[in-house]
Every structure is written in C-alpha cells, then in structure tokens.
C-alpha cells in the first residue's frame, strides 16, 4: 500500500539537543511538506520542497532544517535553537496541483 | 501574507443535530481543500473546491465555496459520533502551497 510513513511515532529529548524526525514517502508525490501542530491549534507550514534538492521556508522555518536528497524522502531536524521545540510534527505530500495532501500520522516530539 | 480563519473554534452539538463550519481568507484563493483530523490523529483529506460558486456533496457532508472565493462552508446534516473530530480548511493561492485555516473542533454528544 502507498502511503507516507513518520518515525518515530513518539520522540523524547532533552534540551539542547538536535534530533531528526523521519519522513518516507512511496507514492511518487513531487512535493513533500512539514507542518507542526501544538495542542489545540492548527497547521504551521516550517519547510517545503517540490523537487529534489530543493526546498523553501515555510511560516515557521526558524530553528529548523530539511534536506531532499532523493524524491520518496524529507527527514527534519529540530535543532537546539529552537526554542520551544514541543510539538506534533505532520510531514505530508502532494502531486503537483493535487487534489490534496496525504499525511503521515505524525511524530510526537517531547523535550525535557 | 495569507490568513485562513475558521469559526467557531468548537462546536458541541447533540447527536442528530446539525453542524456547520465557515472558512474566511484575507485573499481570493485559487482553491480550497478540507480535511478531518480525528482526536490523535492525523488530518485526512476530504474534498477540494475549485469553481466560484461551486457546492459539492459527500453523503452527510455538504461543501461550498463561495462567489468570491473567500470563503468556504461545510455543513453535516444530523450529525454522528463518528463525526467528532477538527475539521480545517485549507486555502491555496497559488501553486502547491497552502495556507491551513484555526479549524473547528467538534464534540458530537450521543
């Protein structure tokens, strides 16, 4: 079955250190995006890409870094300087001008 | 830059009752998509509207998009509570990037 997998699903650590959430992707989509997602609230855009080796800033890029170094992957870092790294981390993908956004089912990223 | 905002922000509703939620852009958007997020999960694309105008139907669920493209709606009829869930909108300016609305929460009590 086609879809995107996120890992892992749960993320615990502690402040100060850099972490990389996973995103794998089989459908063959050109465009790859993260999004993070505090309690109760909606979607923030951080970063995007619609080609490999390439990708833009997003509303909330800083503290933040993706690579595309092939099409089916888009692995996230969370750095230490961002400052309140807590959150719920959806990294999702498109085909060109859709119809929508299939997402992965999201790493839940704690730090201490 | 572009703002999608959505009201109300919750909604309970009693089970057979029936639901509405408004989506407004600050911009005339090109097309506008929703989705459904359960509770711990992941948003779950449900429908796209792309003509001025346009009102699509899925069952229950009723989506319209407005003259102006502005604004959107989605409306279930007697709701279920297998309807519980946020449900956002997502307006589209331009090419593959877009601009997800607060979305609306709804608690549907049986």
């Known amino acids: 079955d086609g879809g995107i997998t996120q890992s892992p699903k749960y993320l615990f650590r502690k402040e100060g250190q850099n972490v990389t959430l996973s995103c794998e992707q089989n459908?063959?989509?050109?465009?790859m995006y993260w999004y993070r997602q505090d309690p109760g609230q909606g979607l923030r855009l951080i970063y995007y890409s619609q080609i490999v080796n390439d990708f833009q800033k997003g509303d909330i890029a800083e503290g933040y870094s993706v690579s595309r170094e092939k099409k089916e992957s888009f692995p996230l870092t969370v750095t230490s300087a961002q400052k309140n790294p807590t959150a719920f981390y959806l990294c999702?993908?498109?085909?060109?001008?859709?119809?929508?956004?299939?997402f992965g089912s999201g790493t839940r990223l704690t730090v201490v | 830059g572009q703002q999608v905002m959505q009201i109300p922000q919750y909604q309970h509703v009693q089970e057979g009752e029936d639901f509405t939620t408004y989506c407004n852009s600050s911009?005339?958007?090109?097309?506008i998509q929703w989705y459904k997020q359960r509770p711990g999960g992941h948003p779950v694309f449900l429908i796209q509207l792309v003509k001025s105008g346009e009102v699509k139907k899925q069952k229950r669920l009723t989506f319209q998009f407005g003259e102006a493209k502005k604004n959107s709606s989605l409306h279930i009829t007697a709701t279920q509570t297998t309807d519980v869930g946020t449900y956002f909108c997502a307006g589209s300016g331009g090419y593959q990037k877009v601009t997800f609305g607060t979305g609306t929460k709804l608690q549907v009590i049986p």
């Open positions: 999702a993908s498109s085909m060109g001008q859709g119809p929508g956004y299939t």
């Open positions: 459908l063959n989509h050109d465009a």
């Open positions: 911009t005339t958007l090109s097309n």
